[in-house]
């Protein structure tokens, strides 16, 4: 996606600055809690490594990709925690917040399920799936992306993880499960403060029963499978089944559950935006959209893209890489200082927190010119070898990078080609993107009429 560039620059001097507009008591949380998108894309212009406050706390944000990469490579210096383990409520302690020991014995557990054999036999289903939801498209008929796309990706997701086990309504019921329990992660992720996510409000209730809801859920299923003994090769008995290389040592139970609720929100909040952000660009840039269909059209023809397709779909993934670019599904994320550290020169106290943003990474000007534009071409050919290393950062870096990044991107292509090859989707007039930085990074509503193709 993003090929490596080897930097020949003698070594720079780092600057470091205070994000401007703290308030009294609450310093940005009001910024983090209004206006995050803008308020994160502003900071690299105050330096390499920016200061804010959350409340009383200090934090520090790396704004430079070499920073970044500093930061996520070394899970000992700067591990997960901090506010981040709010995050624990609707993950548990599963791979993408557990940590140290833990998090290394699930990453090698877990690493099979993710083979290239295992994400093609995965991706076998998604081709069907879609098919399925668009049966229902009439020409003319207006169908908002967003909600269209988070409908399919839960129940592909629901047969990557669950295969026939999970029927429709229990499908849609986790769906609202998820949409509420992701509304409200992110505020209480930020908030300096754990008094309001305890007070009996109606939103706090949904929040709870949604949360507490979608977890019996996944448990039954998972109780469900452990009786039946049976491998229907999904993700699930791939879990339930994984071993330890070294010393046999498999998942309990509560392990299982964290990571299915955790492939849930990778597998279906993400990329769905991802999708619904995919289609709204190529239908506002009609040049890059009739490209997408030719490439298609030629690659594959008349009949239904598959698997073995994707590799001949080069514009195709730069349409992709570009819109995760534009709108990066893990928007901000956060580590704490284990130790008495630096980071760029300057101090950083143990116990402090360290943010990194790919929003602010993405928006910046001195690393992507243009940064606002939607340019799929500087991911083709020699112009990509011109992207800083470690510029774009949709699934994170390290030991802690998305362990599904390769299947989330391959279930992306194979969703846009079978949906492309035979609609075109037009914005309705005067609509307008506004970006919903939640748990993930959301398109919001976005009404599309079909035409077919």
């Known amino acids: 996606m993003n090929p490596a560039k080897v930097s020949d620059k003698p070594a720079r001097s780092w600057s470091f600055g205070s994000a401007p507009g703290a308030v009294p008591l609450l310093g940005h949380v009001l910024a983090l809690w209004r206006r995050p998108l803008q308020f994160l894309a502003s900071l690299p212009a105050h330096g390499d490594v920016v200061e804010i406050r959350l409340g009383p706390s200090r934090a520090y944000l790396a704004c430079h990709p070499d920073l970044v990469h500093q930061v996520l490579v070394n899970p000992r210096t700067f591990d997960k925690g901090g506010l981040f383990?709010?995050?624990?409520?609707?993950?548990?302690?599963?791979?993408?917040?557990?940590?140290?020991?833990?998090?290394?014995?699930?990453?090698?557990?877990?690493?099979?399920?993710?083979?290239?054999?295992?994400?093609?036999?995965?991706?076998?289903?998604?081709?069907?799936?879609?098919?399925?939801?668009?049966?229902?498209?009439?020409?003319?008929?207006?169908?908002?992306?967003?909600?269209?796309?988070?409908?399919?990706?839960?129940?592909?997701?629901?047969?990557?993880?669950?295969?026939?086990?999970?029927?429709?309504?229990?499908?849609?019921?986790?769906?609202?499960?998820?949409?509420?329990?992701?509304?409200?992660?992110?505020?209480?992720?930020?908030?300096?403060?754990?008094?309001?996510?305890?007070?009996?409000?109606?939103?706090?209730r949904r929040y709870d029963h949604a949360?507490?809801?979608?977890?019996?859920?996944?448990?039954?299923?998972?109780?469900?499978?452990?009786?039946?003994?049976?491998?229907?090769?999904?993700?699930?008995?791939?879990?339930?089944?994984?071993?330890?290389?070294?010393?046999?040592?498999?998942?309990?139970?509560?392990?299982?559950?964290?990571?299915?609720?955790?492939?849930?929100?990778?597998?279906?909040?993400?990329?769905?935006?991802?999708?619904?952000?995919?289609?709204?660009?190529?239908?506002?840039?009609?040049?890059?959209?009739?490209?997408v269909h030719d490439e298609i059209d030629a690659a594959i023809g008349d009949r239904s893209p598959v698997f073995d397709d994707l590799p001949k779909l080069e514009?195709?993934?730069?349409?992709?890489?570009?819109?995760?670019?534009?709108?990066?599904?893990?928007?901000?994320?956060?580590?704490?200082?284990?130790?008495?550290?630096?980071?760029?020169?300057?101090?950083?106290?143990?116990?402090?927190?360290?943010?990194?943003?790919?929003?602010?990474?993405?928006?910046?000007?001195?690393?992507?010119?243009?940064?606002?534009?939607?340019?799929?071409?500087?991911?083709l050919g020699e112009r990509a070898k011109e992207v800083p290393r470690g510029a774009l950062l949709p699934f994170g870096a390290g030991s802690h990078k998305c362990i599904g990044d390769v299947l989330a991107l391959t279930e992306t292509a194979l969703i846009v080609a079978t949906i492309a090859s035979r609609w075109r989707l037009r914005p309705i007039p005067g609509t307008r993107l506004r970006p919903e930085p939640k748990a993930t990074l959301e398109a919001g509503p976005l009404p599309m009429i079909c035409e077919p193709r």
């Not at 935006?273 to 890059?288: D, I, N, Q, R, W």
């Not at 910046?364 to 071409?377: G, K, R, W």
């Open 85 to 204: 383990d709010k995050a624990r409520q609707l993950l548990g302690n599963s791979l993408s917040v557990s940590r140290g020991d833990a998090h290394r014995f699930q990453r090698r557990v877990i690493q099979p399920a993710f083979h290239s054999t295992r994400i093609a036999a995965y991706t076998a289903a998604v081709g069907d799936d879609t098919r399925t939801a668009l049966g229902s498209w009439r020409a003319g008929q207006t169908q908002d992306i967003s909600e269209a796309m988070h409908a399919l990706l839960m129940r592909v997701a629901a047969r990557t993880l669950f295969s026939t086990s999970a029927d429709e309504r229990t499908i849609e019921e986790a769906r609202h499960c998820l949409r509420t329990v992701s509304q409200g992660i992110y505020k209480r992720t930020i908030a300096p403060l754990g008094i309001m996510e305890k007070l009996p409000t109606p939103g706090n």
């Open 211 to 291: 949360n507490a809801r979608l977890r019996e859920i996944v448990d039954t299923m998972i109780s469900e499978r452990r009786r039946s003994e049976e491998d229907h090769g999904d993700l699930l008995s791939t879990l339930l089944r994984a071993e330890h290389p070294d010393t046999g040592q498999q998942l309990t139970d509560e392990e299982v559950l964290d990571q299915v609720v955790t492939f849930l929100v990778a597998g279906s909040e993400t990329t769905a935006s991802t999708l619904a952000f995919v289609f709204h660009l190529l239908g506002a840039h009609p040049g890059a959209e009739q490209r």
């Open 315 to 379: 514009y195709t993934r730069a349409v992709i890489t570009e819109a995760l670019r534009l709108y990066p599904p893990s928007w901000m994320s956060m580590r704490v200082a284990a130790v008495d550290t630096d980071l760029g020169g300057h101090p950083v106290p143990a116990g402090a927190l360290v943010l990194y943003s790919a929003q602010a990474l993405h928006h910046n000007a001195e690393l992507f010119p243009d940064p606002e534009e939607f340019v799929p071409e500087r991911w």
